[in-house]
């Protein structure tokens, strides 16, 4: 378990502007989060970090960005239509609806003593024993309190919606489940386009949707999202080596976002809980403020979606070695990534508490790479012209050479200080009196968010300082 608790960041990142309730003066929309100025800047960095390392920095992988809308026929074929279910039961006296998994696994919190050694998660139970365990201790609805509650049923996850002015039938869409799909459907206009060698990759971020029964702990389960997917193709008899190499990236990328080791868990899922196209599935878990719960997932797809969209669409899907061997449909390795839950990740790892001159402090140790805001530029006074003058030398050069540097004028030096910790800004540059005249003219103070220390800088040297 992480020692922060969820409220302190969920506090944390709306006061100082990194996510607020989606549709906040109206009371919200459960499931939807929006980020704000700080937030959008922090998962950019993460996102822009994963692209690099991925698709920039190799010549094997072929970067996309398709529409979330697609033709209905695509989730047809990928078994999504069918098959993306989450089980619910429905109370048959309030109405009310819950997911089951989660009815029975908060049941299991509350009576340690009954069910402990049976289960420890409901998560991916059959409805057969999600029923079986609802009957066997008679649970009650959570909202009215009476055992009326139904068996297991299944309920489509996927939002539905109409394409143009006509609503029936044939104009059905739906917002993308995941990105995944985009990929498969452009497998062939990329073969095309670039002709790449067998093992190559697709990768693409983007915005997927799940309609959640029980959205929660905050942007961890939530309605829209944004993924960042790999589809690697591969020689069917070449796939376990690639696919313990990508479980290795996989854990190397959470060690470059600053991840502690130590709190990473890879966990192989069984037969009976992996996804209906996967033939091998390992999770990477992780320490976050409310357990360990899934961040990361690695999975084997086989051929399975090219070969259904092969045979639903009637295009021809194979991909044709350039040594003429025979054509074949190649095997997928599908390293997937959560980038909320890798923003939360993120956060969790770098709330911090100390205590600075006997008051408590709370700041976030992001690595400098991450960091939303680089660096602060403040006068000690906001009154005096020349100190002002001054700084505005300063913030000028280092935002041209670093970019996102604040100017911070607010308050005094002591409250600035608190709300750079708090937002991660590594170094707060104070430009005071001692700048302007003296033994010590032409320096600057120095704050490092981490040590809490003041050191006095050139301002010439400023920029080869600071460890950005
Ligand atoms: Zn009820």
Redesign the pocket.
């Known amino acids: 378990m992480s020692d922060v608790s969820l409220e302190d960041i969920v506090s944390l990142c709306k006061r100082r502007g990194f996510i607020y309730p989606g549709s906040d003066i109206y009371g919200g929309l459960s499931g939807t989060w929006d980020y704000g100025p700080l937030g959008v800047q922090l998962k950019r960095n993460i996102s822009n970090l994963w692209w690099k390392t991925f698709v920039e920095d190799r010549d094997d992988m072929y970067g996309i960005d398709a529409a979330i809308l697609m033709n209905q026929k695509v989730w047809q074929a990928s078994g999504h239509v069918g098959g993306f279910n989450d089980p619910l039961f429905e109370?048959n006296?309030?109405k009310?609806r819950f997911r089951a998994d989660h009815l029975v696994e908060n049941w299991i919190d509350a009576h340690p003593d009954k069910l402990n050694a049976v289960i420890h998660e409901a998560y991916n139970q059959s409805p057969e024993t999600l029923n079986h365990y609802k009957n066997l201790y008679k649970m009650a609805?959570p909202?009215?309190g009476?055992q009326?509650l139904s068996d297991v049923r299944q309920f489509n996850m996927m939002f539905k919606t109409h394409v143009g002015a006509v609503e029936d039938e044939t104009s059905v869409s739906y917002l993308r489940p995941e990105t995944a799909q985009g990929m498969f459907v452009n497998f062939k206009n990329v073969v095309d386009s670039f002709y790449p060698d067998v093992p190559f990759g697709m990768a693409q971020i983007g915005k997927a949707f799940r309609n959640e029964i029980a959205p929660r702990d905050f942007i961890f389960r939530v309605r829209e999202l944004e993924q960042m997917e790999i589809e690697y193709f591969v020689q069917p008899d070449g796939w376990r080596e690639q696919f313990d190499y990508w479980l290795d990236q996989q854990k190397q990328f959470l060690i470059g976002l600053g991840l502690a080791e130590e709190k990473i868990h890879q966990v192989e899922i069984g037969p009976d809980d992996r996804a209906h196209y996967s033939k091998h599935s390992v999770d990477t878990e992780f320490d976050f403020p409310f357990g360990q719960k899934e961040l990361l997932g690695c999975a084997y797809r086989t051929d399975y979606d090219l070969s259904k969209h092969q045979a639903a669409s009637g295009k021809n899907l194979e991909y044709r070695p350039k040594d003429g061997g025979t054509p074949y449909i190649p095997h997928v390795i599908e390293p997937t990534f959560g980038l909320d839950r890798l923003f939360l990740a993120v956060v969790a790892s770098a709330y911090c508490e100390d205590e600075v001159n006997g008051e408590k402090r709370s700041f976030l140790k992001l690595p400098a790479h991450l960091a939303p805001i680089s660096v602060a530029v403040s006068p000690l006074l906001k009154n005096k012209p020349e100190l002002v003058a001054k700084a505005k030398e300063v913030f000028a050069m280092l935002k041209k050479e670093f970019g996102s540097v604040t100017w911070d004028d607010n308050s005094n030096v002591g409250k600035r200080y608190r709300r750079s910790d708090e937002i991660g800004i590594p170094y707060h540059v104070t430009i005071d009196f001692d700048t302007l005249e003296g033994d010590n003219a032409g320096t600057v103070t120095v704050r490092n968010r981490d040590t809490t220390e003041q050191t006095r800088v050139g301002i010439e040297d400023l920029v080869a300082n600071l460890a950005l």
């Open positions: 109370c006296n309030c009310n609805c909202n009215c009476k009326e």
